[in-house]
């Protein structure tokens, strides 16, 4: 598996910390070969030079892929349903399991980091460029 350099640079953070995850190899344009799956994000959505002008079969991995028009919106040739999101009951479970020493938040309603801090956790909502303490 070939992944995109921020996919390559998030997966090593993972890989540091002990997590097991499938082999894969950063993309470089000039050694890809085209035999392997290609991981890419939207945010990457500029087709990679080593791939243009191929014939090539393309996926989107989303919630949005429910819907029945999302292929045609992402441009891809199949959907497939899995989301990032988990529903309020869903990350309070989570957190009940895990707990964690603290809960940084960057990503839905700020008023989370209120409500979590009332149930005892230590949650803070991380505003853009935020200056974190490491421990």
């Not at 996926?59 to 999302?70: P, V």
Request: proline content about 5%.
């Amino acid at each position: 598996m070939t992944v995109h350099g921020a996919i390559a640079a998030l997966a090593d953070v993972y890989c540091r910390a002990g997590v097991e995850l499938p082999a894969f190899e950063r993309y470089d344009a000039r050694t890809f070969d085209g035999r392997h799956v290609l991981v890419w994000p939207p945010a990457g959505r500029d087709v990679p030079a080593a791939v243009r002008g191929r014939s090539v079969r393309s996926a989107s991995l989303t919630g949005w892929a429910l819907d029945r028009s999302a292929n045609l919106r992402f441009g891809t040739d199949v959907g497939f349903p899995l989301s990032d999101h988990a529903d309020y009951p869903s990350l309070l479970r989570y957190l009940a399991l895990a707990q964690p020493r603290r809960v940084l938040l960057n990503h839905g309603w700020r008023d989370f980091a209120h409500r979590l801090r009332r149930l005892g956790f230590d949650a803070e909502y991380l505003e853009e460029n935020a200056q974190l303490r490491l421990f």
